[in-house]
Nanobody, 116 residues
Framework: QVQLEERGGGLVQAGGSLRLSCAAS????????ISWYRQAPGKQRELVAGVASGDRTNYADSVKGRFTISRDNARNTVYLQMNSLKPEDTAVYYCNTDSRAFMNDWGKGTLVTVSS
């Protein structure tokens, strides 16, 4: 079973960039689809981007062209490069596998705050 830890959040001005990382432990990392989600205050958690075992990616329309998800199986890490950040990107960001998300099993996440 994969265990995940999110890192890299912080405070950034609008238009700036951040890179989040999702460090995984466990032998099944490379075969799992890993996705980034976010939850803004008062809103439901939403899918931001995902990367499958074959490096196929998908993105929410709101982040297409600004965010890039990638994975490094040798380092057991998934990254989310976030460029051209907007205040509406402010949220707690979580990474997760499909199975753990389905079971509503979430980590602590990492807070991203974008100031205007």
């Amino acid at each position: 079973q994969v265990q995940l830890e999110e890192r890299g959040g912080g405070l950034v001005q609008a238009g700036g960039s951040l890179r989040l990382s999702c460090a995984a432990s466990g032998s099944d990392f490379s075969i799992n689809t890993i996705s980034w989600y976010r939850q803004a205050p008062g809103k439901q958690r939403e899918l931001v981007a995902g990367v499958a075992s074959g490096d196929r990616t998908n993105y929410a329309d709101s982040v297409k062209g600004r965010f890039t998800i990638s994975r490094d199986n040798a380092r057991n890490t998934v990254y989310l490069q976030m460029n051209s950040l907007k205040p509406e990107d402010t949220a707690v960001y979580y990474c997760n596998t499909d199975s753990r998300a389905f079971m509503n099993d979430w980590g602590k996440g990492t807070l991203v705050t974008v100031s205007s």
